[in-house]
């Protein structure tokens, strides 16, 4: 029933379940379970090389097993149930069972409720799979699992949906305020709920229970230990740290140029812009459409000349029209379906997404990119529709390369990026970044700059995005931005969405990548007839697109964060090195302070600033919360420091210290720490 193979792992057999609890990386424990002959062989998002094992104890007996290694402890009783401790004996998680097997055991109960629950898919060989745990710490709050559109930074009383969706992405590392980080490791699509009296994982389909667990004293040393076992980010470019402007959508290049030369022309920073979508003759054609882009080659030199890298947009589809389509097909590079005509998105044309899971498929997709848009000197790609985006989010009819949908599809993103990424070292490229519009763990080590998809352009969706942008971060995504402004419905004529876009970009300017998008009203006449023209493009979103009010603002942020540079540059090389986010919740500075684990409206953009962004229509002033036992100064939009030095003794407890701060409308309150 119980046994140890080798020094670093103990296994609990019972019927056809096989159960192993092994060593991961310090502190740490890797737990799978099958009804398989043989545990899977992917690691998934584990996939970092281990530090041999310094500090590990096995111990595997009759009616009983256990490991320790360092500060965590698992053992498994002679019923199979799961406990995991730290190393002053406080229970971390305990699996869920109610069973009257032993009826000593102070949970004995008639409700025939198993832990790690593996119900058949008739006809089918694979499981729903549900994982459960008690709700053993009645304060817990729970953080990261990724990008979701909710106000909430505290999970805890959450339903989790596990699945990519535009402007969702599914990171499911979650870290707990008692003391623990939990991976699940399993990329099916499925549901994680954090109820008050239990917490439930489920995959929808899948041949594996798999997770891995972390005792960490802090939130930082939980992440940190994230990334040794699941990457951390590349070396971020120069490029990275300043302003990229955007839109939905330049049509030509003269247009680009034009917006390009008035940046420079106004003696505004600017480091990226952006080709949007549609610069194609057909989707699934990754190349320039020459009726509109008639000379890319000096299009990118004359940029490149202005010390602006240009940034074009790659979608993942494939339209039957395609010149690509039918070797693409005839290849096997698309993604397949169970059921029903073969289309994925409804649109301009009838596509289907190149299938990023298949190294074929990565390899035909890159080459075609590299043709026509690398060897001409761009750098950097803007990989949309990363989830993939369907018209109809059917996951049980999608097949891919490495498995179902419904098995394997929350992966898609990570091998999207991994595409682009490996493509770009190979062809000698030192530092890589790319956006994208979905992740799941493991995304951060393939240079994925996450983004908020596309989302309504209101005060709402400003403050979900706070929330998405801090758990994004703690879910071990550090490079994250948002469409400054929102994505949709945005008119720039309208005093109130002026007032909006000046509170998006002012915060946008603390954000890791600074970033301006949207699809403004009102559409904007047809250009051309032919190619990608049908597609719209938005009404102007310059910066002094909106008045000269608006623009003396930007304009001042947009100098504030060349100011900030040296300082992002260095939280850039930290993130690198150690994993941690760039947005940061306060309790993650300053975790001995537990009152802080309430705090989500304001965040430390590195371990120097704390920002306290204006989120509601019309508000002038707001109350900032600073943590205590550090003399706080407020900054002003020069980046220097004035007014008053702040401090709130050490001795307060969970209470938290206040101040009311004015926040005029060309004003967002900012204070740095002087210690």
């Not at 595409?419 to 080590?445: H, I, P, T």
């Not at 920002?611 to 100064?633: F, K």
């Amino acid at each position: 029933m119980f046994s140890s193979p080798g020094n670093n792992a103990v296994e609990y057999r019972y019927d056809s379940e096989l159960l192993r609890i092994e060593y991961w990386g310090p502190n740490a424990l890797r737990i799978r379970a099958t009804h398989e002959p043989a545990f899977p062989a992917e690691n998934w998002a584990l996939s970092e090389p281990l530090p041999e094992p310094k500090d590990v104890s096995v111990d595997a007996q009759d009616d009983q097993g256990s490991i320790r290694n360092g500060a965590i402890a698992a053992q498994i009783n002679k019923r199979g149930k799961i406990t995991i401790t730290n190393s002053k004996g406080k229970v971390l998680l305990e699996e869920f069972m109610r069973q009257r097997v032993d009826v000593k055991d102070p949970k004995c109960s008639a409700l025939r409720i198993v832990p790690r629950e593996f119900k058949p898919r008739l006809g089918a060989d694979s499981w729903h799979l549900t994982a459960r745990f008690e709700a053993s710490h009645a304060d817990e709050k729970i953080f990261g699992m990724g990008q979701y559109q909710q106000p909430y930074l505290d999970l805890k009383g959450a339903d989790i949906e596990l699945a990519q969706r535009n402007s969702q992405a599914s990171i499911p590392f979650a870290v707990s305020s008692a003391g623990y980080g939990f991976l699940w490791n399993n990329p099916a699509i499925g549901r994680a709920v954090f109820g008050k009296n239990a917490t439930t994982f489920e995959a929808y389909s899948t041949r594996v229970l798999d997770y891995w667990v972390v005792a960490g004293d802090t939130p930082a040393e939980i992440v940190r230990a994230y990334g040794k076992v699941a990457g951390t980010v590349p070396e971020m470019p120069e490029y990275g740290l300043g302003f990229w402007q955007c839109k939905l959508r330049y049509q030509t290049q003269d247009e680009l140029l034009e917006v390009a030369r008035e940046h420079k022309r106004r003696g505004l920073p600017i480091d990226v812009i952006v080709v949007d979508y549609f610069h194609w003759p057909n989707e699934g054609e990754w190349k320039f459409d020459p009726t509109f882009w008639p000379d890319p080659d000096a299009m990118i030199a004359e940029l490149k000349a202005l010390d602006i890298e240009l940034m074009v947009s790659i979608w993942p589809t494939v339209d039957r029209k395609s010149e690509n389509f039918n070797e693409m097909r005839e290849k096997g590079l698309l993604i397949r379906q169970d059921r029903g005509y073969r289309i994925v998105m409804e649109g301009w044309g009838n596509t289907i997404h190149f299938d990023a899971t298949n190294p074929e498929a990565r390899e035909y997709v890159w080459q075609k990119a590299k043709q026509n848009y690398y060897d001409r000197g761009i750098r950097i790609f803007w990989l949309d529709e990363a989830e993939p985006e369907y018209t109809m989010y059917d996951f049980d009819n999608y097949r891919y390369h490495a498995g179902p949908d419904l098995m394997v599809g929350n992966i898609y993103p990570v091998q999207y990026s991994r595409a682009f990424y490996e493509g770009m070292k190979a062809a000698g490229q030192d530092r890589v970044v790319n956006l994208v519009r979905c992740c799941w763990a493991g995304s951060q080590k393939y240079g994925a700059l996450l983004w908020s998809g596309d989302i309504a352009s209101s005060w709402p969706s400003l403050r979900a995005q706070l929330s998405a942008g801090l758990n994004a971060g703690l879910a071990g995504i550090p490079w994250w931005t948002t469409d400054i402004g929102g994505f949709h419905g945005g008119d720039p004529r309208r005093p109130e969405f002026r007032e909006l876009f000046v509170r998006w970009f002012q915060w946008g300017a603390f954000c890791p990548v600074f970033r301006l998008h949207g699809d403004r009203e009102p559409p904007q006449p047809r250009h051309g007839t032919t190619g990608g023209s049908h597609c719209l493009s938005g009404a102007a979103n310059e910066v002094w697109s909106y008045g000269d009010e608006v623009y003396a603002i930007c304009r001042r942020y947009l100098f504030l964060r060349e100011r900030l540079r040296p300082y992002i540059r260095s939280l850039m090389a930290i993130a690198h090195r150690d994993g941690d986010p760039i947005m940061r919740p306060l309790f993650y500075e300053f975790p001995e302070q537990r009152g802080l684990c309430d705090v989500s409206d304001q965040y430390m953009f590195g371990h120097r600033y704390l920002v306290a962004p204006i989120l509601h229509e019309g508000q002038r002033d707001r109350s900032v919360i600073l943590p205590r036992g550090v003399h706080w100064q407020q900054l002003d939009v020069e980046g220097e420091r004035v007014g008053p030095v702040h401090w709130g003794s050490p001795g307060g407890g969970d209470d938290v210290f206040d101040i009311i701060v004015d926040a005029p409308l060309e004003y967002m309150p900012v204070f740095e720490s002087l210690d």
